[in-house]
């Protein structure tokens, strides 16, 4: 069923033995008299490929005179009913129904046009243009054209085409020259071309647009997606940023689609079951992988928690297996995970923060601006978080100074008197300096009963080496204490050996060596070694902990190399706890760092209630760093913005003070 030099990929099989008139019949029993036997009927459909389905319907319609579909619909109900008659039907046909239902009536399903139309290849969508006419006497782009507008019309009939160039030998002339095109369509022009984003984006061979994408990144310092979001908008900018996926990793872009789908209040069915029949004999192994790796859950846990009755079992059925018992890492995550190294690697990205230091500023009047704000009955919070926030750290350790000199007080100890809360904790944190903030939060996250391990990882982890050294003294100076010293009375075992050598902040900080990666990816991939001096923990404290990040992302590729599997999955699958955890910090602050601390503050806001220790510190220390790159990748990473998710989930002058370091609305 595979492609000629293809492994097949799909989770549904030929049955061995099939015999059409046989099952046939066997479905005809199943349905006869009064109620009808469901479980034989999934048993029996689910347990045949598509080609073996058709087969039947032709026997059962010459066995009985009936149509199967006819009588399944009649018998079946609900989505349970849906799924069934979609496997029942031609990919081709399936594809032509979805697309039928998405723009008949009132209304349009864009999602379903985006979904179908991005992600098919040329045969598929001559073979869905064909099935369509068949099957409705009505032409596709016709109809597709009637219900849709604008360049968002333009790019859906440019995909119905299926014209994109299948050649894989690539010119890097045209690579090169297509990253530019669109650089300057987009990011370098006062509006936007579109005509050459749909040209070179509805077009080009797969393999030549992955070139592209990354030569993108290299030239313009942010990947391609963020700059559709950017330039384009509504149900245009949605399918564009579809084809991208699908250009980078079809898989992925699947396994994105069922999380969305099920994650939630709710589930998506018409998009569950789109996708679980329309993947089921092409790449459902592939999603698979790419779901467990991209979401630390299964895609069959995901579906038997959200799911339930017979619609359950089938889906179940299609899906084929359980990731989280099996254990195993399929290549195409391996591809995936390769080729964010790849492009963690090359990219060439701008630190920015959101803060800078103010223009005309003026310390004896900020400080006066201060004062009079917490003067008399009452205190004017907005006057201090619009001076606060908007002064870099450096500003605000001269207002401190400017304040003592002309009031003899401690604006630190007035402010603590007039503000309380989280806008207290947020507006003295910003006070400190960046070494005093993240010395204050170590010594906190050890001291009194109990150690909170996940801010010991965050900083040490995050931390380059100046700024550990410039924590360990402002810990000494604040606590008359050496930090590693209290690192290890409240730590212990590898965790603990894990923190004091990052605390030491003696990590190297060349460039890669790619003889000493292939080494160091062996020793990495070693799980053979018995020795507790050599231990797999051991060996991975002396690596990660120790070498530059250059050079860690290209160990890190070569262990795919090695292992077909990305250095996280190993953490995951042979590390536990602490340990686990700090090592998976390093490994992700190598990775995109700005990224790492995005998922960490989608965490800290998603759900019931807010951690507003872990918000406020993350806000606090990265404001001048990376917060702008963080807001980026917050918005690609969950699609909807970190100003947006601020303003949903706190309040009052604490809101107010956080979105104003957020600094803007993606």
């Not at 999934?42 to 490929?49: A, E, G, K, P, Q």
């Not at 995109?592 to 989608?602: G, I, R, S, T």
Request: proline content about 2%; aromatic content about 8%; hydrophobic content about 35%.
């Amino acid at each position: 069923m595979a492609p000629k030099g293809k492994v097949y990929r799909g989770s549904v099989k030929d049955f061995p033995g099939f015999d059409a008139s046989q099952d046939a019949e066997a479905l005809y029993n199943a349905m006869k008299g009064f109620g009808s036997d469901k479980e034989a009927i999934l048993d029996l459909i689910t347990s045949r490929s598509n080609k073996q389905r058709v087969e039947i319907c032709q026997a059962y319609k010459s066995l009985y005179g009936k149509d199967l579909i006819a009588d399944l619909k009649y018998e079946l109900t609900g989505k349970f009913e849906r799924l069934i008659v979609s496997l029942m039907r031609p990919p081709a046909y399936s594809d032509a129904k979805e697309i039928k239902d998405a723009i008949a009536g009132i209304g349009t399903d864009e999602k379903c046009l985006i979904e179908i139309l991005a992600s098919r290849t040329n045969q598929e969508i001559h073979d869905l243009v064909a099935a369509y006419k068949d099957a409705y006497e009505r032409d596709l782009e016709a109809d597709i054209i009637g219900d849709t507008s604008g360049h968002f019309k333009k790019m859906l009939v440019v995909l119905l085409q299926g014209t994109r160039e299948e050649d894989d030998v690539v010119s890097e002339d045209l690579v090169e020259q297509d990253a530019k095109d669109l650089l300057e369509a987009g990011e370098l022009k006062w509006g936007t071309d579109e005509a050459q984003f749909i040209y070179i984006l509805g077009r080009r061979s797969k393999q030549h647009l992955r070139l592209v994408f990354d030569e993108y990144l290299k030239i313009s310092g942010k990947p391609i997606e963020r700059s559709i979001r950017g330039e384009l908008s509504g149900d245009f900018e949605k399918l564009m940023l579809a084809v991208v996926k699908c250009i980078r990793s079809t898989a992925e872009y699947f396994a994105e689609r069922l999380h969305k789908a099920m994650k939630g209040l709710g589930t998506r069915d018409n998009t569950l079951i789109r996708i679980m029949v329309s993947r089921s004999e092409i790449d459902m192994l592939d999603i698979r992988e790419v779901f467990r790796t991209k979401y630390e859950k299964s895609l069959y846990n995901m579906i038997k928690e959200d799911t339930s009755g017979e619609y359950k079992k089938a889906l179940l059925k299609l899906c084929g297996g359980d990731d989280d018992a099996a254990g195993e890492f399929f290549p195409e995550a391996a591809q995936v995970a390769y080729r964010m190294w790849e492009l963690s690697a090359v990219a060439k990205v701008e630190l920015r923060g959101t803060v800078r230091p103010a223009g005309s500023f003026n310390d004896d009047g900020d400080a006066q601006v201060l004062r009079k704000a917490m003067k008399g009955l009452g205190t004017d919070e907005g006057a201090i978080i619009e001076v606060v926030t908007q002064r870099s750290n450096a500003q605000r350790q001269q207002i401190l100074k400017a304040y003592k000199a002309h009031y003899g007080r401690d604006l630190m100890a007035d402010l603590k008197s007039e503000l309380s809360g989280s806008l207290a904790k947020l507006i003295l944190g910003l006070m400190l300096t960046p070494a005093q903030y993240d010395a204050k939060q170590l010594r906190k996250a050890v001291e009194g009963a109990g150690t909170d391990e996940s801010v010991l990882i965050e900083i040490m982890a995050t931390r380059n080496n100046q700024e550990i050294k410039a924590i360990n003294e402002a810990y000494q100076e604040a606590y008359h204490k050496r930090l590693e010293d209290d690192l290890s009375s409240d730590t212990s075992g590898h965790f603990k050996r894990i923190l004091v050598s990052l605390a030491l902040g003696n990590r190297d900080e060349g460039p890669e060596n790619l003889t000493q990666a292939h080494e160091d990816a062996k020793k990495l991939a070693d799980v053979s070694s018995n020795d507790s001096s050599d231990s797999l923990e051991t060996r991975f404290l002396s690596i990660l902990c120790t070498r530059s990040y250059p050079h860690l992302r290209r160990v890190f590729q070569e262990f795919i190399k090695m292992t077909n599997h990305d250095v996280e999955h190993a953490i995951r699958k042979r590390m536990s706890g602490d340990v686990r955890d700090a090592f998976m910090a390093i490994v992700r602050s190598v990775k995109n760092k700005p990224a790492f601390f995005a998922d960490k503050l989608y965490k800290s806001m998603k759900g019931a209630g807010t951690d507003e220790r872990t918000l406020t510190r993350i806000m606090i220390s990265r404001s001048e760093i990376d917060l702008f790159n963080i807001r980026g990748e917050f918005i690609d990473l969950f699609d909807k913005s970190l100003h947006h998710m601020i303003e949903k989930d706190t309040s009052g002058d604490y809101r107010k003070a956080l979105l104003a370091l957020c600094g803007g609305e993606d």
